[in-house]
């Protein structure tokens, strides 16, 4: 233990910010002093200070262990500057590249072995063409640094070469330490609770204690309670990835009927069960690593197989045996050939009808993502949400939408006959997007169908959480609030963009599987009905919609049918193929709603999916299951870098910008108070309130820049970025561009980006100083009219009265349906030219204009106009003003496809 941890002065060891990027850096600012202080240019005392800045971090990690870090810090204290410089070179290099994991030299001291972790294994270790995965466990137990190292020495005698992982055990002795060290050291994978440890941590842990507080597991509210019961719970919550395993000398079969061991694997009989445990570690690590599917196809690549279907690409033959295509297998490898099929057997498996190695892949990414069943998609989320329409909406139903959500829920409805109830997202007019739809509109919509006594048309909620621009939805309140309403409400949570999410404990609880999960233990708390009564009692017998819209309502727990749906796009934020989906569902009606979602599945998947893709899902899935919360971790900490130096740099700060969420995110959305990730001040409490709290919160990987005071618009500074500097970006908008960063990208690419946009702006300001004053006002110009010469964004107007036959006066739903098929007759339909006086003339005068098909500008991606819908000056005004090439729906030569009026008219007969 460092003298600073000791003497409580360091930072608070729950400073989870900055864990693996802040850990790396601290070891290299010991590793620079020590080198300093070897060639003369340095002082011991720095590199004390330096030691001592590594706090009580280096407690929750196995590497290097108390015998090295006691080793480095005897040196130093010791004045011996080489050796010390010696130690730590090779310590700060071993973590910096993971070696340690690998290499059994690397945990021995200069004078002897120190109970080598990798004794036994040394000749499996040693292979260098097979290195078995290595993965760390947190041994929570009384007197850890005495008992705990000598348990650390036992399991270690344990191994054998015929295991498959290799893993190294971290002892703690408190609660509150085996928490901060699941947090803190993403290697943990696995966790063993020994009776008899006590709560208290013997560090700094203030901010960590708070949020314990706020989920119920701080000293008083387990006072009493059974503690490695609720020390399981607690670790669930934060990780439910992690094995957790039991050793106690108490009556272990009656400990094992407690329903709180639920989240125990395996509860052990302390004094005789050591090697049980050690193989039960091994097994549940296992379980997790295997790929059914992906397994089962390397298999299959390797066998002598004759193809007689049709693909002839498998097997590779007609690539290799080319003269012309050769090339093509040189680039791609043999492998991706072999294990290319159109077969369904043979080792394989159905995706349209699983019953092998596809189910159990889909079974386990269903235990990984907290659903009760996950379907692999394999042409897309878009395909994954017309799937969820198609076998839960019929014709004539109504489904509350968000206007601006993708297209392909719009489209969804389109086939599916459903009719679409349009509740408008906050407009972020400065920056030409639009946010999420508040709650009071979805209540709104539901109370009004309410009134008019047309409720029971309602089938679904559909919503993006998270928007493309980062806005994050209070799903759970979201879901209860519209559940007191209408009790079997089913929900569709487009999370194309927010599949990563499960595996961060701050982002968790606003997914859709994790907010349904929490409802449902709410549920079976006999507290919840007490609460319903209670807020019936203080509404009164029959409340106005003014008093339930500000009402946070609660649910009658004994009426509520809990049916969510969620789709990600597992290809954007995981290491999947492009195209590579999932379908989550939690509905406790899926028995009977089966069949019809196996029709939509046959209607939309195709007979032919390609089988990388379907391995790439596998894949994803051990990947996030293991590793994941590292992963997201560190996407979460490249942003964060990302926000800080581009804010903070003193000349890219003048002509760039990252939005926080102050600006994101309107005051009455942020009932926290909570301002940006960079607050000074802001501590993880905060961060934690704000998510349990807030109405909106904004997801730290998604960046909004803005580049229009820098004299771009969104599209241009994309194609500069891409063209000159090799920066690849997705969305834009007028004045800004969006930059996400995910588990791929690394602190290299934080520099790239910093040195890029430092390269335009020292050229913005070499152009300003030769062009005079003629070039500066332009300049000027420019960015006035990108950033305060914006267009107003259009609000849905209302369907055409044709297409309402039988909607209700209060809500603006319509058949889309009969809309879009009707343009598919010529002659009942006509073109009007956008900046033509006939425009000009009906929007004025009449007859109205009424939409054939979806006008969707890019950028800002959302439909601005769909079949049916009543032209409005509006939208007309922000279609003039738009400066973008790419507007789908829309031929600029002809104008606005429309619908005649007096077509639309018979449709309403």
């Not at 003193?650 to 995110?665: C, H, N, Q, R, T």
């Amino acid at each position: 233990m460092s003298k600073a941890a000791k003497s409580g002065n360091a930072e608070a060891v729950d400073h989870f910010f900055s864990l693996s990027g802040g850990r790396a850096d601290r070891w290299r600012d010991l590793n620079a002093a020590a080198k300093d202080w070897t060639v003369g240019a340095g002082s011991q005392d720095a590199v004390q200070s330096a030691f001592d800045a590594l706090g009580a971090y280096e407690d929750f990690f196995a590497f290097p262990g108390k015998s090295l870090m006691s080793e480095l810090e005897d040196r130093i204290r010791q004045g011996s500057a080489e050796a010390s410089g010696q130690l730590a070179r090779r310590l700060s290099d071993s973590i910096l590249t993971r070696s340690y994991k690998h290499d059994k030299s690397e945990w021995e001291s200069v004078e002897q072995v120190a109970e080598a972790p990798f004794e036994g294994s040394a000749t499996a270790l040693g292979r260098t063409e097979m290195r078995r995965p290595y993965f760390e466990m947190l041994l929570v137990s009384p007197g850890a640094g005495t008992r705990g190292e000598q348990q650390v020495r036992e399991l270690r005698r344990l191994r054998r070469p015929e295991d498959e992982f290799i893993y190294e055990s971290i002892p703690v002795g408190s609660f509150e330490d085996a928490i901060c060290a699941v947090l803190a050291n993403p290697a943990i994978s696995a966790v063993t609770i020994f009776d008899g440890f006590a709560y208290g941590s013997r560090h700094d842990a203030s901010i960590m204690r708070g949020f314990l507080t706020s989920v119920g597991f701080d000293s008083k509210s387990v006072a009493g309670e059974d503690l490695s019961l609720s020390l399981a719970e607690a670790l669930k919550r934060i990780r439910p990835e992690l094995d957790i395993y039991l050793l106690s000398d108490r009556r272990v079969e009656k400990l094992s009927g407690d329903p709180r061991a639920a989240n125990i694997r395996r509860v052990l009989y302390a004094v005789e069960e050591l090697l049980e445990l050690h193989l039960s570690i091994l097994e549940g690590v296992e379980e997790r690593f295997q790929t059914p599917f992906f397994d089962n196809l390397k298999k299959y690549a390797m066998r002598p197989i004759s193809t007689f279907h049709a693909l002839p690409i498998a097997r590779g033959k007609s690539v290799f045996k080319s003269d012309w295509i050769r090339d093509m297998g040189e680039f791609y490898g043999l492998n991706i050939f072999l294990a290319e099929s159109s077969a369904t057997t043979g080792g394989l498996d159905s995706l349209l009808e699983p019953t092998g190695n596809i189910k159990d892949a889909q079974e386990k990414a269903a235990r990984a993502f907290g659903a009760d069943h996950v379907f692999f998609v394999t042409n897309g989320t878009s395909t994954s949400n017309k799937m969820v329409h198609q076998a839960l909406v019929a014709p004539g139903d109504i489904v509350i939408l968000d206007r601006n959500c993708h297209k392909s829920h719009h489209y969804g409805l389109v086939l599916a006959g459903g009719q679409p109830l349009y509740v408008e997202a906050f407009p972020m007019t400065a920056y030409s997007m639009y946010g999420a739809v508040p709650l009071k509109s979805i209540k709104k919509a539901l109370l009004d169908l309410k009134s008019e006594g047309r409720l029971d048309r309602v089938k679904m909620v559909d919503l993006t959480n998270c928007t493309f621009d980062g806005h994050i939805y209070n799903t759970r309140r979201v879901m209860e609030e519209c559940l007191a309403i209408k009790p079997d409400l089913i929900f569709l949570w487009d999370e194309a963009w927010f599949g990563f999410a499960r595996f961060s404990p701050f982002l968790r609880p606003r997914t859709a599987m994790g907010a349904a999960e929490a409802i449902e233990k709410w549920i079976d708390d006999p507290g919840s009905v007490e609460a319903y009564e209670q807020q019936q009692k203080q509404l009164g017998k029959n409340p106005s919609n003014k008093k339930l819209l500000e009402t946070r309502l609660i649910p009658d727990p004994r009426k509520v049918r809990i049916r969510v749906y969620q789709t990600n796009s597992t290809h954007k934020s995981m290491s999947a193929l492009r195209q590579g989906s999932m379908l989550l569902v939690k509905d406790v009606e899926f028995p009977s709603v089966s069949a019809q979602f196996r029709e939509a599945v046959f209607t939309h998947a195709s007979t032919s999916p390609n089988q990388q893709l379907i391995a790439s899902l596998d894949i994803a899935r051990r990947q996030m299951e293991i590793e994941g919360y590292g992963l997201v971790s560190n996407a979460i900490e490249i942003a964060l870098n990302i926000r800080n130096e581009v804010n903070n740099h003193p000349k890219i700060s003048k002509y760039f910008k990252l939005l926080g969420a102050d600006e994101m995110v309107p005051d009455e959305y942020r009932q926290s108070g909570f301002v940006d990730f960079l607050s000074p001040g802001l501590s993880w409490s905060d961060q934690v309130r704000s998510m349990h709290e807030d109405e909106f919160c904004l997801d730290p990987t998604r960046m909004t820049l803005v580049c229009g005071t820098a004299g771009y618009d969104g599209t241009e500074f994309k194609k500069l970025l891409a063209d000159e500097y090799n920066i690849q970006l997705n969305k834009t908008s007028r004045n800004s561009v969006l930059l996400q960063s995910n588990i791929n990208n690394t602190r290299s690419d934080i520099a790239h980006l910093v040195h890029v946009l430092l390269d335009i702006c020292n050229k913005i300001e070499k152009r300003l100083a030769n062009s005079g004053e003629v070039g500066k006002k332009a300049f000027a110009d420019r960015v006035k009219t990108l950033m305060e010469d914006v267009p107003d964004l259009p609000n849905f107007s209302h369907f055409h009265e044709g297409y309402r036959r039988d909607a209700g006066d209060k809500t603006p739903e319509g058949d889309m349906r009969t809309a879009f098929y009707g343009a598919y007759n010529a002659d009942g339909c006509e073109y009007v030219g956008l900046n033509s006086t006939e425009c000009d003339k009906r929007l004025r005068h009449g007859p109205e204009m009424i939409s054939a098909n979806f006008v969707i500008p890019y950028p800002p991606g959302f439909p601005i106009m769909v079949p049916g819908q009543v032209i409005t000056q509006e939208t007309v005004d922000f279609m003039r003003k738009l400066d973008v090439k790419e507007i789908h729906g829309f031929e600029r030569d002809r104008g606005l496809k429309l619908i005649r009026p007096e077509f639309a008219k018979k449709r309403s007969r």
